[in-house]
């Protein structure tokens, strides 16, 4: 989500080459650096999305397919939760690169999070599907499909991110 110059996106493609990664991002031009770079180091199972992840959400294509979805500084858990929720199929996992400071999150975002049927994985040795240790980020285990209002349109979602960080919630 929100790959920008291909990273974590094109690093994790050549680490793995039999999983297909899908980066998307609505900066077209960065959309275009990952097509010239995944072809000239021919790097076959990168497919680059043009779009707004609020959008592209509700296509069929790419509601609840997706068995990981990472994202690094995209935006805050609540916002990311809500964006990435969507991708994920049952029993996929939400990757969030975030810092330790992140990690204390205030019960508006857990509960928000346990609206989009995202459980966060606390183990520190829980290891993803990708290897991933949660002690560099946010490893979230969707459980069961997601409401069809999520992901909202992304005003809705800063409005309900931003309620979150209110003295006293």
Do not use: C
């Amino acid at each position: 989500m929100g790959t920008g110059a291909g990273i974590p996106g094109i690093p994790l493609a050549i680490i793995y080459p039999e999983i297909q990664f899908t980066l998307f991002d609505s900066n077209n031009k960065k959309i275009r650096f990952i097509d010239f770079a995944a072809n000239e180091l021919s790097i076959r199972n990168v497919k680059a999305i043009h779009g707004r992840l609020e959008e592209i959400a509700r296509e069929k294509e790419f509601r609840e397919k997706s068995d990981v979805v990472v994202s690094r500084a995209m935006s805050d858990v609540y916002m990311a939760g809500e964006l990435g929720s969507p991708f994920i199929k049952p029993g996929g996992y939400l990757y969030l690169y975030i810092s330790e400071k992140q990690k204390g999150l205030p019960s508006p975002v857990v509960d928000h999070l346990k609206k989009l049927s995202l459980d966060i994985i606390t183990d520190g040795n829980t290891v993803s599907p990708l290897n991933i240790k949660t002690t560099s980020g946010l490893l979230l285990y969707k459980s069961s499909h997601v409401a069809d209002i999520y992901p909202r349109r992304i005003s809705a979602i800063r409005r309900g991110a931003a309620e979150t960080e209110k003295p006293g919630k």
